[in-house]
């Protein structure tokens, strides 16, 4: 079993940048790949950004690309989320997640991550 605590949400304004942070504990020994969705009001969850264990594989949705920056400590079983330029759009709840074999099962998929954590809310004014 693998925990995942998210840190590092809050409200900026519009232009602003935040960094998310999200600790694993558990299962630290194994090879999970870790990510981030989000969750805006009314929206389905969908995927922003992926990592891979060893840092050498890294994917981004289309609408965060250029600004948003995944990033893993494996040390300390961290993944971190730099977010710049935020938007009124980038509003949601941020949620880390960790799996095996993700690429093959489908890295924007829900499914293919078997550890979630319970979220971290970003708001953006404009």
């Known amino acids: 079993q693998v925990q995942l605590v998210e840190s590092g949400g809050g409200l900026v304004q519009a232009g602003g940048s935040l960094r998310l942070s999200c600790a694993s504990s558990?299962?630290?020994?194994?090879?999970?790949?870790m990510g981030w969705f989000r969750q805006a009001p009314g929206k389905e969850r969908v995927f922003v950004a992926v990592?891979?264990?060893?840092?050498?594989?890294?994917y981004y949705a289309d609408s965060v690309k250029g600004r948003f920056t995944i990033s893993r400590d494996s040390a300390k079983n961290t993944v971190y989320l730099q977010m710049n330029s935020l938007n009124p759009e980038d509003t949601a709840v941020y949620y880390c997640?960790?799996?095996?074999?993700?690429?093959?099962?489908?890295?924007?998929?829900?499914?293919?991550?078997?550890?979630w954590g319970q979220g971290t809310q970003v708001t953006v004014s404009s």
């Open positions: 997640v960790a799996g095996f074999n993700v690429l093959t099962r489908g890295l924007r998929l829900e499914s293919s991550y078997d550890f």
């Open positions: 990592i891979t264990w060893g840092g050498s594989g890294i």
């Open positions: 558990g299962r630290t020994s194994s090879r999970y790949t």
